[in-house]
């Protein structure tokens, strides 16, 4: 599969530091849209399993999400917030400089429209960039999310959440589920960003230039990159959420036996728990990362043109 070269309006020439600002500013966007889903999400992973003849805490995620907003109220949808908010930015950052910097790799001359293989090549780059922030940022946030829902109050915050992990376990307990992130991001960020450009290209009418893509087309290009992301990413992100909130030494083969203990007790089924909550939030809060991404690039390319 690859661009059609006669008919895709040519592309600008990358800028990864540009990428960078922009991506930066698109992932705070993305954080405060669609952080209540992934609080959800979250505490359903990693829900204990009922014992014989009980109902699980939560049935669903619209009862998830009834139970949290009338048990914590509003606050609760947003707990753990904070820890995304200092990493998303700088990830988001570093997530967009990535693919940037691998179509620029890729190109043999400025404005070269890459193969739709290429694009997924970059994506996969920025998804390797990414995980030396994403893990203990992924670690800190889950801890938050589902003490919360367990009545506890081990941690007072990100800050003396990441000190307890780190005064018990060092940098390995910050970054525990490392690979994990990777076999989750690598492959997701590839579909991605590959999505979110193909869609760009189909949406942008003849003649016109796919940097002036009116808001509506640039929310639902971003919208269904989430989607595809997310449909790739699930499983992988399930066994990271299970096996960053398990006790230490609960898993010591690591994701092998997270996984084995998943299918063993509740079936593969059981890789794709935050489906819907993952779904739901997936489409909004990817098209307003990627519309703020491209207002902070129009800005951007007004500030200092031709850079």
């Known amino acids: 599969m690859s661009a059609d070269k006669e008919s895709a309006p040519r592309q600008q020439a990358v800028n990864p530091a540009k990428n960078f600002f922009a991506g930066g500013f698109g992932g705070v966007c993305l954080v405060f849209t669609g952080h209540p889903l992934d609080t959800i999400k979250v505490r359903l992973q990693t829900q204990p399993r009922p014992f014989p003849g009980q109902s699980p805490k939560f049935t669903g995620t619209f009862d998830c999400f009834y139970k949290t907003l009338v048990g914590e109220g509003i606050r609760g949808l947003y707990k753990g917030m904070t820890a995304p908010i200092i990493g998303v930015a700088p990830m988001f950052a570093v997530c967009f400089f990535g693919f940037g910097l691998g179509k620029k790799l890729q190109q043999k001359n400025p404005g070269d429209v890459l193969t739709y293989p290429q694009l997924f090549a970059a994506g996969m780059l920025s998804g390797v960039f990414t995980t030396a922030i994403m893990a203990p940022g992924e670690r800190i946030k889950c801890l938050l999310q589902i003490q919360a829902s367990a009545g506890e109050s081990k941690y007072a915050g990100p800050l003396d959440c990441a000190k307890q992990i780190y005064s018990t376990s060092g940098i390995r307990g910050l970054y525990k589920g490392t690979a994990l992130t990777l076999m989750r991001d690598v492959p997701a960020s590839g579909m991605y960003f590959m999505t979110y450009e193909w869609l760009k290209c189909v949406l ?30 699930i499983p992988a992100d399930v066994l990271k959420s299970r096996f960053q909130t398990a006790p230490e030494g609960a898993y010591p083969n690591g994701f092998r036996d997270v996984l084995r203990d998943l299918i063993k007790e509740e079936g593969i089924g059981s890789l794709y728990k935050g489906f819907t909550a993952v779904m739901i939030r997936a489409f909004p809060a990817n098209a307003a990362c990627f519309l703020g991404f491209e207002v902070a690039m129009k800005f951007l390319d007004w500030l200092l043109p031709g850079v």
């Open 204 to 233: 942008t009418p003849e003649g016109q230039r796919v940097t002036d893509l009116s808001v509506p087309r640039i929310l639902f290009a971003g919208g269904m990159a989430g989607i595809f992301n997310w449909a790739v990413a």
